[in-house]
C-alpha cells in the first residue's frame, strides 16, 4: 500500500519545486512573460493549498481510495496538458488543475496510513512517508536540471510533466488491486458553507504569500491579505457551533482538546516556515549568485536529501528510544546545520566549492529526517479514526501555509538586502574597477563609466524581473562598444553581485535560524510522555 500512495505523494510535493529550473526555458519556448511564469509556479501551490481540508472530508464521506483515484487520474492527465500546453495561458490553467487534484490525493495519504496501519507500526509507515518528503522537498530543482538537460525526444522543459504520466498511470492500477477504501462512520454530508469559509479564507492567505513579492506588496495585496483574518476566524466559530451540534462539521473542532495535536499543529508550521525557504534562498545564491548551473546547483544539495532520507527512514527508532526529544533532536541538528552554511559562506568567498557545504548540508538534512515522520506520527498519534480526514487536512494545509508564510517572509528580507547592500557592494569595486578603465580610458570617460556602472548595478539588482534591463544599463546611442571595456565591467559587475548573494544570504538565514528555534522552543512544549505509538483509531470500513 506505501508502494502506491508514497510515489504520488513525491509527485505531488516535487511539482512545487521542479518547475523553478524550467522557468528560462518556459519563458523561451512559449515567449512567456516573468508574470505568467509566476503564474505557473503560483498556480500549482495556491490551488493545491486551498483544498487539503475540503478533500480530507470529501475523503472522509465518499471514501479515501476513491478520492486518492480521482485525483491520480485528474492529476496524471493535468500533467499532460501541462507537458503538451501550446501558450502560457494553458500552461498556466492546467498548472491550477494540477495543484486541484494533487491537493485533492494528498490529505488521503496520511487519513489511510493512520486507519490501515495498526498502531504498532505507524511509526515506521510515518518514517516512510517523511523520507518521501523530504526527498520530494528538496530534490525537484535537481530532478529538474536532469530531465531539462537530457532534453529525452527534443521534450526539454516539457520533459518535466511528462514524466509524470507513466508514473500515475502505474500508481493508479496498483491503488485499484491494493488500496482499501476507508471512510468516516461519523461524517454525514459536506460541510459546504464551511467549506467556502475556508477556500476563501486560504485563498485571501496564500494568494498575496505567493504573489505579493513579485507585485511589489501593492494596497489591494494587503487588502487580501487583511481579509483573510476575519473569513478564517468566522470558520473557526461556524466549525465551532457545528461541532457543538454534532452536524458533521468540514473540522471536528474537538480535534483542539487533544494535547498532541493541539501542540503539534503549531509546530508543524512554524517548522514548516523555515524549511522550503532555505531551498529557496540557497538556489538563488548558487545559481544568480555565483553562477551555478541548475544541474550543479540540485547536486550541491543532494547531500541534505541524502541524510534526510537515511535519517527519516531510522526516525521511527529513534522515536521509540527518545519520545519527542527526537523533534528537539531534529530541530537542533537543522540550526547547527544552517548555522554551519552562514559561517561557509561568510569563510569561502567568491567561486564556492559544493564540496564545501557538504558536512553542513547533511547535518542539516539529517535534523529533517529526525523531524517529519515523527512530528507527523506524534501529531496524528491520539487521533480518533472517525477524526483522521479532518487531522491530516488540517495538518498538511498548516505544513503549506507555513512554507508560503516563510517564503513570503524569506523573500522580503533576501530582496530588501540584495537592494539595500548592491550601493556597497557597487562602490567597493569603484576602486579596482577605476584602475582597470584607465589602461583603455580617458580620464573623463573613466569616471562616466565608472558612474553608470554603479547606478545600472543597484537598479538591476533592485529589479524584480531578471529579464528586464533597466535604462540606467543601457548603453547611450552611438557610443563605442569596446570589448575591453565591456570585459573589466562585466567583471566588476560579477564580484559585487557575489558579494551581494552572499550577504543577502547570510542574513536570510538568520531568519531560518530564528524560525527553528521557536520551533525548538514549541517541541519543548509537546507532553513528554508523546510517543507516536499513541492511541489507535478505528478499523477502516473495508466493503
Not at 114 to 119: G, I, K, R
Request: include cysteine; glycine fraction near 10%.
Amino acid at each position: 500500500m506505501l508502494a502506491v500512495v508514497l510515489p504520488a505523494t513525491f509527485m505531488q510535493l516535487i511539482d512545487v519545486s521542479i518547475v523553478n529550473v524550467a522557468i528560462p526555458s518556459i519563458q523561451r519556448d512559449l515567449g512567456a512573460s516573468y508574470a505568467s511564469v509566476q503564474l505557473v509556479l503560483a498556480g500549482y501551490t495556491l490551488a493545491f493549498a486551498c483544498l487539503l481540508i475540503t478533500s480530507a472530508r470529501l475523503g472522509d464521506l465518499y471514501g479515501r481510495r476513491r478520492l486518492f483515484l480521482i485525483g491520480m487520474v485528474g492529476f496524471t492527465l493535468a500533467s499532460a496538458l501541462c507537458g503538451a500546453a501550446p501558450t502560457a495561458t494553458v500552461l498556466v490553467l492546467a498548472r491550477v488543475l494540477q495543484g486541484l487534484m494533487s491537493g485533492l490525493m494528498f490529505p488521503q495519504v496520511l487519513s489511510v496510513i493512520q486507519m490501515v496501519f495498526p498502531p504498532k507500526d505507524r511509526p515506521k509507515a510515518f518514517a516512510v512517508y517523511g523520507a518521501s518528503v523530504g526527498l520530494a522537498t528538496i530534490l525537484g530543482p535537481t530532478l529538474g536540471g536532469v530531465l531539462i538537460q537530457a532534453d529525452v525526444f527534443g521534450t526539454e522543459w516539457r520533459s518535466i510533466f511528462y514524466v509524470n504520466v507513466p508514473i500515475g498511470i502505474v500508481a493508479f492500477i496498483a491503488a485499484l488491486k491494493v488500496l482499501p477504501e476507508s471512510r468516516s462512520d461519523h461524517a454525514a454530508r459536506l460541510d459546504v458553507p464551511g467549506a467556502l469559509l475556508i477556500t476563501s479564507g486560504l485563498f485571501l492567505l496564500v494568494y498575496p504569500l505567493t504573489e505579493g513579492r513579485e507585485k511589489g506588496w501593492p494596497a489591494w495585496i494587503l487588502v487580501m491579505l487583511a481579509a483573510s483574518i476575519p473569513l478564517l476566524s468566522a470558520f473557526v466559530v461556524y466549525e465551532r457551533r457545528r461541532t457543538a451540534a454534532d452536524d458533521s462539521p468540514l473540522v471536528d473542532m474537538r480535534l483542539f482538546s487533544i494535547s498532541a495535536f493541539r501542540s503539534g499543529l503549531p509546530l508543524a508550521t512554524i517548522f514548516f516556515a523555515g524549511v522550503p525557504p532555505f531551498f529557496f534562498l540557497f538556489s538563488l545564491y548558487l545559481q544568480i549568485g555565483e553562477g551555478f548551473t541548475a544541474l550543479q546547483s540540485g547536486l550541491t544539495t543532494l547531500p541534505f536529501a541524502v541524510a534526510s532520507a537515511f535519517a527519516s527512514a531510522r526516525s521511527a527508532q529513534l522515536a521509540k528510544r527518545f519520545g519527542r526529544n527526537v523533534l528537539v533532536i531534529g530541530i537542533s541538528l537543522l540550526i547547527v546545520g544552517v548555522l554551519g552554511v552562514v559561517i561557509t559562506v561568510g569563510l569561502v568567498g567568491h567561486h564556492p566549492n559544493s564540496l564545501w557545504f557538504l558536512p553542513s548540508l547533511v547535518v542539516a538534512g539529517a535534523g529533517l529526517g529526525c523531524f517529519i515522520a515523527p512530528n507527523t506520527s506524534i501529531v496524528l498519534a491520539s487521533v480518533p479514526g472517525r477524526q483522521a480526514g479532518s487531522a491530516s487536512g488540517v495538518l498538511s494545509t498548516g505544513q503549506q501555509v507555513g512554507g508560503s508564510l516563510g517564503v513570503a517572509l524569506c523573500g522580503v528580507l533576501f530582496f530588501g538586502v540584495l537592494g539595500s547592500y548592491a550601493t556597497t557592494a557597487a562602490k567597493a569595486q569603484e576602486a579596482p574597477l577605476r584602475r582597470e578603465l584607465a589602461t583603455v580610458l580617458p580620464a573623463p570617460a573613466v569616471d562616466q563609466a565608472v558612474s553608470s556602472f554603479g547606478q545600472c548595478f543597484v537598479d538591476r539588482t533592485k529589479e524584480s524581473d531578471p529579464s528586464v534591463v533597466p535604462a540606467s544599463c543601457e548603453r547611450p546611442t552611438g557610443a563605442p562598444a569596446d570589448p575591453r571595456v565591456g570585459a573589466i565591467i562585466a567583471a566588476a559587475a560579477d564580484s559585487a553581485r557575489r558579494d551581494t548573494f552572499a550577504r543577502a544570504l547570510q542574513w536570510s538565514l538568520g531568519y531560518e535560524i530564528a524560525v527553528f528555534a521557536l520551533a525548538l522552543l514549541l517541541a519543548l512544549r509537546l507532553p513528554a510522555s508523546n510517543r507516536p505509538e499513541g492511541a489507535g483509531g478505528e478499523a477502516p470500513h473495508v466493503p
